[in-house]
């Protein structure tokens, strides 16, 4: 059993920062694939960003250079630093990792950014 849990979001000003946590918790390869998506009213889910076993890192174009995904293997732990937030990326976010081929969901956690 894999469990994430998500923490951090929040309604915050336009050009403000943000940082997401997620927690997991369970039986599973110490250093899996994580990520965060969102998924903003009326639109599909999308993928924000990505760390892989080896913390190579992706991103979706619309958050580069704002937004940086980060590890923490001590604690099985992900972040998402987000910064000079635009009303766009106001969505609910979720961290996924993925073990054995199996793709884990947590609860995520609201973002509104007000302009």
């Known amino acids: 059993q894999v469990t994430l849990v998500e923490s951090g979001g929040g309604l915050v000003q336009a050009g403000g920062s943000l940082t997401l946590s997620c927690a997991a918790s369970?039986?599973?390869?110490?250093?899996?694939?994580m990520g965060w998506y969102r998924q903003a009213p009326g639109k599909q889910r999308e993928l924000v960003a990505d760390?892989?076993?080896?913390?190579?890192?992706n991103y979706a174009d619309s958050v580069k250079g704002r937004f940086t995904i980060s590890r923490d293997n001590g604690k099985n732990t992900i972040y998402l630093q987000m910064n000079s937030l635009k009303p766009e990326d106001t969505a609910v976010y979720y961290c996924?990792?993925?073990?054995?081929?199996?793709?884990?969901w947590g609860q995520g956690t609201q973002v509104t950014v007000s302009s």
């Open positions: 996924t990792l993925r073990s054995f081929g199996v793709d884990y």
């Open positions: 369970g039986s599973f390869f110490s250093r899996n694939r």
């Open positions: 760390i892989n076993s080896r913390d190579s890192t």
